[in-house]
């Protein structure tokens, strides 16, 4: 948890069945007929809508508010991007604030939102809630505008609301920031005769407000636990503070014009790996020009660069070669998937063979495309046949039911589904534990936890959500029933995409 974020302060229901054709009336008399005022409905708040989500907004209807932040800030999704994109859709997705909650939830969502990185859909996503409806909705949004540079507006809203302000120093601040000197100068001198700060914040606000005075000063000693406004007055008196020790918040900080390509190159790869940076800046960063060096992010940006140019050059050979090392780059980085994203379609253009084909058709799986590249393995290997079943949603079942990309049956002697169901499972006894897990959470009728259950019985869909990746996150540690129980729960609630993405990361990916 970071230390400047707010401490932590249920989930929709499941659409109902739709029914086939209405009820039919067993009688002509006049039904009884009950009136009730209608509650104002609250607007949801959110950047994604249900329809491109597939989430209702009723999201966290029917649950506890404080369990639901609680969840929202705890859930761990490290090491997964699958899981990492389906908290980023959770909380963006428009959903309707439950009407005892108060701004329970929404804090919950932004501090989550921050944590993760993601400062710019944090700052839209206060913005079209009402900023300034709140202090704490302010804080918030003071603290994303100064880590994206965009604070004016912020503080004008200050200025004009200054109750709003998250301290004194955001005053003096702002003040400045506005132009009115006098008036910062004055309330900092009165913090001073008062005591209102700490003397280590009175000595930054020194510096900031009188430049002139402290030009041949010695730096400040390095704060503990910067916040947002700390690191932008170190960075006002040119004192940038360096982000890789700090929360990854403050990396966003680092994508702007004011740091060097290196710090930039480097916050854009800690927040790829964070899920809360699209792969395509970082690819607009990697080939902006040539290294500066060797060593590190340099290795990195050649040998991504050279792996572009071969892509470029239509040579199989020329990207076979290349493939390798940009791929060990991307594994040292973390960066995986998000190279995935951006290559996979390229990379389905070459035929590519031996070893760098079986790369290249691993590398295709971890994209969205994961299916159409399970129609194509580079060899009939037990290991990808697995795989190619998995990414096909019937692990289980690696033999059968084998398609091309046309969705036509691939060979005449492939065992029909109907024929399976009588044998025993193929390959169970050569499948690793891990593996035999995934089978299991993939089956029909694949048992889902009690507790997640009552959850999707009482329409707490986002909670047993956020419940089911906590359990994946255990699964993936070693606790493979958590993982069988976790995939049998993210599809019963539709989110077969995701169960297949996560558990094919879990077997292609080695993280420590």
């Known amino acids: 948890m970071i230390d400047w974020l707010g401490q932590p302060d249920k989930a929709p229901a499941l ?13 002509a008399t006049q039904p009884q007929i009950t009136v009730t005022p209608l509650q104002a409905l609250l607007p949801a708040i959110g950047l994604v809508p249900p329809a491109a989500t597939g989430l209702p907004v009723t999201l966290w209807r029917g649950g506890d508010p404080q369990q639901i932040a609680q969840l929202i800030r705890r859930t761990p999704v490290q090491d997964s991007s699958a899981m990492q994109s389906l908290l980023f859709t959770l909380l963006l997705s428009e959903t309707r604030p439950l009407q005892s909650e108060g701004d329970t939830i929404l804090l919950a969502r932004l501090d989550r939102l921050i ?18 409806a709140s202090a704490d909705r302010f804080r918030r949004w003071f603290f994303t505008t100064l880590l994206s540079g965009e604070e004016d507006r912020a503080c004008a809203a200050l200025i004009a609301s200054p109750y709003l302000a998250p301290d004194y120093r955001a005053r003096i601040f702002c003040a400045a920031r506005r132009g009115d000197w006098p008036t910062a ?3 900092l001198e009165s913090a001073h005769a008062l005591e209102l700060m700490p003397q280590t914040q009175l000595n ?6 009188n430049p002139d005075i402290f030009e041949l000063a010695p730096p400040l000693p390095l704060p503990d636990n910067p916040d947002p ?6 960075e006002s008196i040119g004192e940038r503070l360096p982000t890789p020790p700090l929360p990854r918040a403050f990396s966003a900080a680092d994508l702007r014009d004011v740091a060097g390509w290196k710090a930039q190159l480097e916050a854009a790869e800690r927040l790829t790996r964070a899920g809360a940076l699209n792969p395509n800046q970082l690819l607009g960063l990697y080939t902006d020009r040539s290294p500066a060096a060797s060593g590190g992010v340099w ?29 060990q780059a991307m594994q040292f980085a973390g960066i995986e998937v998000g190279f995935a994203d951006l290559f996979a379609g390229q990379l389905a253009r070459f035929h590519l063979t031996g070893d760098a084909g079986e790369l290249a058709w691993r590398i295709r799986l971890l994209a969205p495309s994961y299916e159409i590249a399970s129609h194509n393995p580079p060899s009939d290997r037990a290991e990808n046949r697995f795989l190619a079943a998995l990414a096909q949603g019937r692990p289980g079942d690696p033999d059968g039911n084998r398609t091309d990309h046309t969705g036509r049956a691939a060979s005449p002697s492939v065992v029909s589904r109907d024929d399976t169901k009588s044998a025993p499972p193929i390959l169970t006894r050569s499948l690793s534990p891990l593996s035999r897990s995934i089978v299991q959470g993939f089956e ?9 259950q009552n959850l999707l019985d009482n329409g707490q869909l ?13 699964g993936a540690q070693g606790n493979l029933g958590d993982l069988s129980h976790a995939l049998a729960a993210l599809r019963a609630v539709g989110l077969e995409d995701t169960a297949r993405r996560a558990t094919l990361q879990l077997m292609l990916l080695e993280r420590g």
């Open 229 to 234: 406004l700390t690191f932008r007055l170190y």
């Open 204 to 209: 930054l606000l020194d510096r900031f407000l």
């Open 462 to 474: 986002g909670e047993a959500i956020l419940r089911a990746m906590a359990l994946f996150h255990r």
């Open 299 to 327: 290795d990195r940006v050649a040998a991504l660069q050279l792996f572009e140019a071969a892509l470029n050059s239509g040579s199989g050979e020329a990207v076979a070669n290349a493939l390798p090392a940009v791929w």
């Open 444 to 452: 029909d009728g694949a048992e889902i936890p009690v507790r997640i």
């Open 115 to 132: 944590t993760q990185g993601a400062t710019d859909p944090a700052q839209a996503l206060v913005e079209q809630a009402g900023p300034t």
């Open 185 to 187: 100068a004055l309330m």
């Open 15 to 27: 659409p109902s069945t739709v029914l086939v054709e209405p009820p039919v009336t067993g009688s």
